[in-house]
């Protein structure tokens, strides 16, 4: 049996190279291609070398600024998303009566889409702001913090599950034996719940800051990058080149190169680091 599945591997794994070659491969090696030229179409690319990259810097003061925005944005997020799940895990594992109620209800936002998320919340938090003559697109922190609030009810349900599981893994004899050494509450979940539990860690803290860095749709609908496209994060700024500005395509491809080598190197860090930190039950 062993060896009929290592003769047959590469036949059953072709479908999936071939997919990932054409929708993935193909289309990347296209898009660091166009971003060293000047086009509208395929056809029609005229190679500029770096220029594109130069003028993504420093001829266009918007990429900077959803680059920073974006980092911040990433960092609140990554804490608040894993701090409130974490939490919630560890409320949610002491066998409680409607424990599975409260799960399902915490997971449930996630289960609803970008640009409706967007809009709903721009509805609830511009009805917060009216009785003071203001809405989300009269101040930058204001978007700010709503996309904060939009993305931490949206993502601290998926990331609660995932920690749900990494505590529930724990041998219950462990945590015993340690109560019955004397060890506190807070000693229990410092050293033995937080490092077992880390490879949830390394898992959700991947998830927000990946999901972090390429929100796109809930950016859209809740403020479109309003005021002065002060909100705009890396993805929405992307689209705007790109689609938005005749003869920016090039340019907009150069901004997508430097955001993937961006996004690629902090998230390999990440799990480099968090990786490092995890210890075998």
């Not at 911040?72 to 990554?78: D, E, G, L, T």
Request: aromatic content about 16%; glycine content about 8%.
């Amino acid at each position: 049996m062993h060896s009929s599945l290592k003769k047959h591997f590469f036949i059953f794994l072709l479908p999936t190279l071939i997919a990932f070659t054409v929708f993935f491969i193909v289309p990347f090696v296209l898009g660091v291609y166009l971003s060293f030229t000047e086009f509208t179409t395929v056809s029609n690319a005229q190679f500029v070398g770096f220029q594109n990259y130069i003028d993504a810097f420093t001829g266009d003061s918007t990429f900077l600024n959803a680059l920073w925005f974006t980092v911040k944005f990433a960092v609140v997020s990554i804490i608040t998303v894993n701090l409130f799940a974490f939490l919630l895990a560890l409320a949610l594992s002491k066998g409680l009566k409607g424990t599975n109620l409260f799960r399902a209800v915490f997971f449930m936002p996630n289960l609803i889409g970008g640009i409706v998320l967007g809009y709903i919340w721009q509805v609830i938090i511009n009805g917060i702001l009216l009785p003071y003559g203001v809405d989300l697109t009269f101040n930058a922190n204001y978007g700010f913090w709503g996309l904060v609030v939009l993305t931490n009810w949206q993502m601290i349900g998926y990331m609660m599950i995932i920690y749900i599981a990494g505590i529930n893994n724990i041998s219950p004899q462990l945590i015993e034996a340690a109560k019955i050494d004397g060890a506190t509450p807070f000693q229990i979940l410092r050293k033995i719940t937080l490092p077992l539990t880390m490879p949830s860690f390394t898992i959700c803290t991947f998830l927000t800051l990946t999901n972090s860095f390429k929100l796109f749709d809930q950016n859209l609908a809740l403020t479109a990058g309003a005021p002065g496209r002060e909100t705009s994060m890396l993805a929405l700024d992307i689209y705007n080149t790109f689609y938005g500005r005749i003869g920016y395509e090039g340019v907009g491809q150069a901004k997508g190169v430097v955001f993937f080598l961006l996004v690629a190197v902090l998230a390999l860090l990440q799990v480099y680091l968090t990786r490092s930190k995890e210890v075998e039950a």
